[in-house]
């Protein structure tokens, strides 16, 4: 089955404590991106990747790291968390888009993270 | 840079009614248009989506949006919702060519079903 997964799935932490938040897929994607969802504001991204070793900012990535050294995965890092990180988190996959047309994007089914 | 507006943050509606869910975007670039839901506790999937062609597109589960360019809307309907359609749905546009695929979304509106 084609999918997104993410893992932990629930996450409760302390400032101040790294933490990692994985992303896989196997669907052979190049593109794969990272949001977080919070009332009122809906989805912001974080951080995308094109490729391998092809990684840059989205809006909000104060905060955040990724690496992208295999295909199929895209970890989420927070090296020191702090509670205004707490949020729902979002990996997505798609194809490289072309210049004429868009790859559907596909999502994990979320990481809720709590920064105590 | 692109920004999408969802002006409902809640829309209830009895079960049978039609619906209509308000976008409009702004950019200065041309850019593709989509439709997400959400459905409680799970991640968000693809309703419809507009690329090109006919302005009219219909997507899963009986839900349509017409892409107005003239007014920057992109207004998502459904003619006789089901109470399985609670859920959260998220307009969101992508620019044209470069800018990799990146998704801006709006803040989401909550459709709220009832018997």
């Known amino acids: 089955e084609a999918q997104v997964t993410q893992n932990p799935r629930y996450l409760i932490t302390v400032t101040g404590k790294k933490l990692t938040v994985t992303c896989s897929q196997n669907?052979?994607?190049?593109?794969m991106s990272w949001y977080r969802q919070d009332p009122g504001l809906g989805l912001r991204q974080i951080y995308y990747?094109?490729?391998?070793?092809?990684?840059d900012k989205g809006d909000v990535p104060e905060g955040y790291k990724v690496s992208r050294k295999e295909k199929r995965n895209f970890p989420l890092i927070l090296e020191s968390p702090s509670p205004n990180q707490t949020s729902l988190y979002f990996c997505?996959?798609?194809?490289?888009?072309?210049?004429?047309?868009?790859?559907?994007?596909?999502f994990g089914p979320g990481t809720r993270l709590l920064v105590l | 840079a692109q920004s999408v507006t969802q002006l409902d943050s809640q829309v209830p509606v009895f079960e049978e009614a039609p619906v209509e869910l308000r976008c409009n975007y702004s950019?200065?670039?041309?850019?593709?248009l989509f439709w997400y839901v959400q459905y409680p506790n799970q991640g968000l999937q693809l309703l419809l989506k507009?690329?090109?062609?006919?302005?009219l597109v219909k997507g899963i589960n009986g839900f349509e949006a017409e892409f107005n360019k003239s007014q920057t809307s992109f207004h998502l309907r459904k003619p006789s919702v089901h109470i399985s359609d609670t859920a959260e749905y998220f307009c969101?546009?992508?620019?044209?060519?470069?800018?990799?695929?990146?998704?801006?979304f709006g803040t989401g509106t909550q459709l709220k079903v009832e018997l």
């Open positions: 507009y690329l090109s062609g006919s302005t």
């Open positions: 990747s094109m490729n391998v070793e092809v990684t």
């Open positions: 997505a996959s798609s194809h490289t888009p072309g210049q004429q047309f868009q790859e559907t994007q596909y």
């Open positions: 969101a546009v992508s620019p044209l060519g470069g800018g990799g695929n990146k998704l801006t």
């Open positions: 669907m052979n994607h190049e593109y």
């Open positions: 950019s200065s670039v041309s850019v593709y």
